[in-house]
């Protein structure tokens, strides 16, 4: 059987970043520590003036065709994944085909143009949906491209702003992938919620703090469908469990649960089981209040253990590595975190080829989804030659009163006038509304 899955990951960040601590913090009248320690992160993304979700997703598509050397020829389908479309009739991805028509010769009448959208889920779908259509054989020896764009912004002064990020990942879903293979094993937990909502407003409504128990629960029950048809999941059998990053503190939050939903039963619980006990068992108590109560004591414990917390430097706190520094990117995010812990096996030089990772995406409304991949042969190259430092690093840092007028310019609110804090440098830009973005 033919191996598919992701060929090539290219990332772009907006061009600008706002420093968590140093400049937001003070501005809010917050400790520092709040974001740092607290929310695990310390700058954020945003987009500079000429930047939108088009220019992002086009610059990172453009960015990863020249690397693999593809032309539009090449690609069968191309995917946008976003929460933060402008256009209700048009998908994103025709306007991100029109940018790239401009540079390539040939175009891409051919392919198949969607935009999916199930909030920050909706990346993982969309490589779901490639993953099917070259499987069910419709591909005709083409790649499909996916790219996931957001620009994730809330309302100022609500309490997910210092959670804001903006960025696109771009990634080729293509038969004998060099990144890593996709395979049938996956689990779902999906519920109608409405903690996180958008109806036709620029910034969500978010109840945060539910927001963050509905993320646990459809976890809890992705993970548990996964086992189902998968196979019972033992902490030692991924390499590393990039889960879907809003914050890097939710994913402490998250990691705890996987750890201890994937001890269950095993000779780790056993062996904690005279320091801390069992892990309380349903059928045990009378009323599901009594056992949330043991569970939350007995997670507690667990998080102090050694073995968990040896766990957790090792499988997830390598995923945060980027989410630190650019914040929710909404669809991307499950895919930068995936691409963190990749950059950092290489730079320690792990051999992760033939490896499994267990992948947990999550989008509001509610979905989580868990499937396992292999990472395949060619990785580290591949993940090597993605320049993303280059570009966290020449990020403009804005000020406060900067980072306020970024943020009232947002989503093409042109009563705004907002300078350019950097400049295009040979990528697709903004020129205003009913015109294609061009490249400069
Ligand atoms: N030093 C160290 N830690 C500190 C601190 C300090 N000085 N001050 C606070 N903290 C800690 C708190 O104890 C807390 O940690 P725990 O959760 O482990 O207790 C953490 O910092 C955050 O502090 P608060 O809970 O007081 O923060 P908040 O209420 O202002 O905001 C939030 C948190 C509600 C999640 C908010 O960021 C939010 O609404 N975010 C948007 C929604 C979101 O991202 N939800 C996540 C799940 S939904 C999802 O994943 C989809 C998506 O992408 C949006």
Redesign the pocket.
């Known amino acids: 059987m033919t191996a598919v899955g992701i060929d090539a990951i290219e990332i772009w960040t907006g061009k600008l970043q706002l420093n968590l601590p140093e400049t937001f913090a003070p501005a809010k009248g ?10 695990g992160l310390e700058t954020s993304s945003f987009p500079d003036a000429y930047e939108d979700i088009v220019t992002m997703g086009a610059n990172a598509a453009k960015r990863l065709m020249d690397r693999k050397g593809l032309d539009p020829q090449d690609i069968g389908r191309i995917d946008v994944a976003t929460e933060s479309a402008f256009d209700n009739s048009k998908p994103v991805s025709t306007y991100i085909a029109g940018c790239l028509e401009q540079v390539y010769d040939g175009d891409f009448h051919h392919a198949n143009k969607g935009e999916r959208k199930f ?2 889920v909706a990346g993982t779908q969309s490589i779901d949906d490639a993953y099917n259509w070259i499987k069910a054989g419709r591909n005709r020896g083409r790649s499909a491209l996916v790219i996931a764009t957001d620009t ?1 912004l ?1 309302a100022r002064g ?6 804001q990020g903006a960025g696109a990942v771009a990634m080729l879903i293509s038969e004998n992938p060099s990144v890593v293979e996709l395979s049938t094993e996956q689990g779902y937990g999906s519920a109608d919620e409405t ?2 909502l958008k109806p036709n407003q620029q910034f ?1 409504s ?4 539910r ?2 128990q ?2 646990l629960a459809r976890m809890r029950e992705a993970l548990t469908d996964f086992e189902s048809v998968a196979w019972d999941a033992h902490p030692d059998d991924f390499a590393y469990v990039p889960f ?4 890097p ?2 994913v ?2 998250a990691g705890l649960l996987g750890y201890r939903h994937m001890i269950r039963d095993t000779e780790i619980e056993d062996a904690l089981e005279g320091r801390i006990g069992r892990q309380p068992r349903e059928e045990d108590f009378d009323d599901w209040e009594s056992y949330e109560e043991a569970i939350r004591a007995y997670m507690d414990d667990l998080k102090e253990t050694e073995e968990y917390q040896s766990w957790y430097a090792d499988i997830i706190e390598p995923t945060l590595d980027i989410s630190r520094r650019v914040g ?1 990117w ?1 669809t991307g ?1 499950v895919h930068i975190a995936r691409a963190s812990a990749l950059r950092h096996a290489a730079a320690n030089d792990v051999d992760l080829a033939g490896q499994k990772l267990l992948v947990a995406s ?3 409304g ?1 979905q989580a989804e868990i499937h396992a991949e292999t990472v395949a042969d060619g990785w580290k190259e591949e993940i090597e030659a993605a320049d993303l430092e280059d570009q966290l690093q020449r990020r403009y840092d804005l000020s406060y009163d900067e980072y306020e007028q970024v943020h009232d310019r947002h989503n093409h609110d042109m009563d705004v006038e907002l300078e350019e804090f950097t400049h295009p440098d040979g990528e697709f830009v903004f020129t205003g509304w009913g015109r294609m973005s061009e490249r400069k």
């Open positions: 917050e400790d520092p520590g709040k974001y740092t320690k607290g929310l909030a920050c994730a809330y609500d309490p997910g702003e210092a959670t903690d996180f969500p978010v109840d945060g703090k927001s963050m509905v993320y879907h990053t809003p914050f503190g939710m402490r939050k929710n909404y995010s999550y989008g509001s509610a």
